[in-house]
């Protein structure tokens, strides 16, 4: 009786992490489809910087992010300046791809592009 009410705790213990999420993470390589069609590759690096590149490779946008569990938060140096700071929920659908919906934005170009952008992890 012993045993068996350890092997079910244990079981127990098991199938209650087996419903746990796993923590996301957006550091490393993505390509991003903006909400209009197009493509870049954007790099978020694990000090809170991004960087994208366009298609052929010319740096885009910088700028720095918060990822904090669904939500994160963006900002850029090209195109809205770096006070003003958009944040989004951030979709995971497992470890290499997610998507991006607004929940707060006052840069137009940037809203309109980065809500319902889709990201796909790829290898550099």
Do not use: Q
Not at 18 to 30: D, I, L, M, Q, Y
Request: proline share 2%; net charge positive; glycine share 10%.
């Amino acid at each position: 009786m012993k045993k068996t009410s350890k092997v079910l705790a244990a079981l127990f213990v098991i199938a209650a992490f087996a419903f746990v999420p796993p923590k996301h993470n957006v550091v490393g390589h993505w390509r991003i489809t903006y909400s209009n069609g197009a493509t870049e590759k954007v790099d978020f690096k694990s000090d809170g910087t991004y960087k994208s590149y366009s298609a052929t490779g010319e740096t885009t946008h910088t700028g720095n992010y918060k990822l904090s569990s669904d939500t994160i938060s963006i900002n850029d140096k090209e195109g809205c300046g770096d006070t003003y700071w958009g944040t989004y929920k951030i979709t995971f659908f497992g470890k290499d791809s997610a998507s991006n919906t607004v929940i707060e934005d006052s840069c137009t170009g940037r809203r309109e592009g980065v809500n319902g952008a889709g990201l796909k992890r790829i290898k550099n």
